[in-house]
């Protein structure tokens, strides 16, 4: 690791298994909205790693739907309700953080709702490894992932050259976004993501490497 200065973790399908929450809270809500046009599918097609905010106006560009005001608390209260069955930890996630601590600075980039990523984190058991003010969420910055925004904010608050910083990202938006802020990226596959096609996706996003396990990334980085 002594080549990065940073390494920067996304949250969502990279640290905890939660993407299929996410999009199943998000079509659950489009349902309701009488939007039975998208299915999951549909949402791991298109709506993996971008804010919620940044889903439904696309939608509402598509469809001319007006979703009412309170569409994001909903979604929030949905989440939270479901994910006590529906999130789970992916392997190798504690171990490759709890290592990562001891050798070099760590933060996470995600653009999540803030609430949603501390509970996520503390599921996942990892929450003591990261400084309060490490953890970089989608409000924090004008423009979620793809922009590079939240990844160039993460560098200049903690001091590090974006050509000094390796990110962990298991979605295009999130690779595109890291590589636009001039970091490494490796793309994370081992989640539902992992459709077929996948990961030629990330490595056309930019990732220098695909992984399919946290634990071959701790292997890569610490052995």
Sequence with gaps: MSDFDLLIFDCDGTLVDSEYLNNYATIQLLHGEGLT????????ANFVGLRLKH?????????GHVFPTDTVERY???VEKLAPDQMKTIPG???????????VKICVVSNGQRDNVLASLEMA????????????????APNPKPAPDLFLLAAERLNAQTNKCLVIEDSVAGVTGAVAAGMRTFGFVGTHTDQSGYAER??????????????????????
């Design 37 to 44: 046009q998208y299915d999951m599918d549909y949402a791991f």
């Design 55 to 63: 889903i439904l106006d696309d939608i509402s560009k598509e469809t």
């Design 76 to 78: 929030i209260a949905l």
């Design 93 to 103: 996630a504690l171990e490759l953080v709890a290592e990562a601590s001891s050798r």
């Design 125 to 140: 058991g990892v929450r003591k490894y990261f400084e309060e003010s490490y953890i970089f969420t989608g409000l924090m």
């Design 202 to 223: 990330l490595k056309k996003a930019g990732a220098a490497e695909i992984f399919t396990s946290l634990i071959h990334i701790r292997e890569r980085l610490f052995r």
